[in-house]
């Protein structure tokens, strides 16, 4: 077993190395300075998104019990364009992406996680996680219909700029928000990483984990507050990517075939590094960036959940 999962450490390091040296190099045409400035702005945002969901993801299954949910069940992503969406709506499209300050991107993750710790810290009181779940699912669909709503009646030049603050992108990444970020995700994956035997136990399920000493109450709430944060950081910083976490922890279950978080943390965070230094260097340099990396995630995304949700069904069947 330690083999197997050596030797998929190995292959996903000889990936990720190999998809960072021709993202880095490949048609720079001698322009190095320039092009390693750029791309690696880039890279920077696309490392530092991938570490962040794969953390969040795998956190958030623990806690749920469920390969098949993701933190955006809370509707956070929802959330994240309602915010938006109010903002270009109230002030003008023009007026906010000229005024882009640190205060508005710590404003952004400072609301998304108010919102789902309330929302955590209410439902969890009476011990129930399913709760808790559906009314996430009913408020990312209120939060959606609200942001459709202002959308339908927002002028047409401003919904316009609005598209384009709510596609993710990897490319127009503001180098002091992406600074921050890393600062805030580095401590939070911290706390992840240094409760990891926890969430071991934790995934024996809520009566073995008590009774081997873990007050688990305050023990989930602390980590949906974390996820949340980790979700809101990556979200603020590029934008919306619902099926990137899904696609990338369940294969990391594949690969590794553990339950050992310290494990799956690194496995994923390789994993989700191959995945959007790969897609972005294809949408780039093979696509000729007739489509987003964001596009291509929820395409394969969607494509993989419906074929995970068959698989089950055919097991149990």
């Not at 903002?87 to 789902?116: P, R």
């Not at 779940?133 to 459709?148: D, N, Q, R």
């Not at 809101?232 to 976490?245: M, Q």
């Amino acid at each position: 077993m330690k083999r197997k999962i050596w030797g998929a450490f190995v292959l996903l390091g000889v990936l990720a190395v190999g998809a960072i040296l021709l993202f880095l190099t490949y048609r720079t045409y001698g322009n190095w300075d320039f092009a390693l400035k750029l791309r690696g702005k880039k890279l920077a945002a696309l490392a530092l998104v991938g570490i962040l969901t794969s953390f969040a993801t795998i956190s958030f299954q623990t806690v749920t019990e469920n390969h098949f949910l993701t933190p955006n069940i809370l509707g956070l992503d929802s959330l994240y364009v309602l915010i938006q969406t109010v903002s270009f709506f109230v002030f003008g499209g023009a007026q906010m992406l000229s005024q882009q300050s640190l205060a508005q991107f710590l404003g952004n993750i400072f609301l998304v996680t108010l919102l789902s710790t309330l929302l955590a810290k209410a439902l969890l009181k009476n011990r129930n996680l399913f709760l808790l779940l559906m009314v996430g699912m009913i408020l990312g669909t209120f939060f959606s219909s609200i942001s459709t709503f202002l959308q339908v009646i927002m002028d047409p030049n401003e919904y316009d700029l609005l598209q384009g603050k709510l596609f993710a992108s990897f490319g127009n990444v503001d180098s002091q928000f992406l600074g921050i970020a890393a600062v805030l995700g580095l401590v939070l994956i911290s706390l992840l990483w240094y409760w990891a035997p926890k969430l071991d136990v934790l995934h024996l399920g809520r009566d073995q984990a008590i009774n081997l000493g873990i007050q688990v109450d305050h023990f989930q709430l602390v980590l949906l507050i974390i996820v949340s944060m980790l979700v809101a950081i990556s979200t603020a910083l590029v934008g919306p990517v619902t099926f990137l976490g899904f696609i990338v922890v369940n294969v990391s279950y594949q690969l590794f075939a553990t339950y050992e978080h310290r494990i799956l943390f690194s496995g994923g965070a390789l994993l989700a590094l191959v995945a959007l230094v790969g897609g972005q260097f294809l949408v780039e340099q093979v696509f000729s960036l007739n489509t987003t990396l964001s596009v291509v995630i929820e395409f394969v995304g969607g494509i993989y959940f419906v074929a995970k949700i068959i698989q089950e069904r055919g097991k149990q069947a």
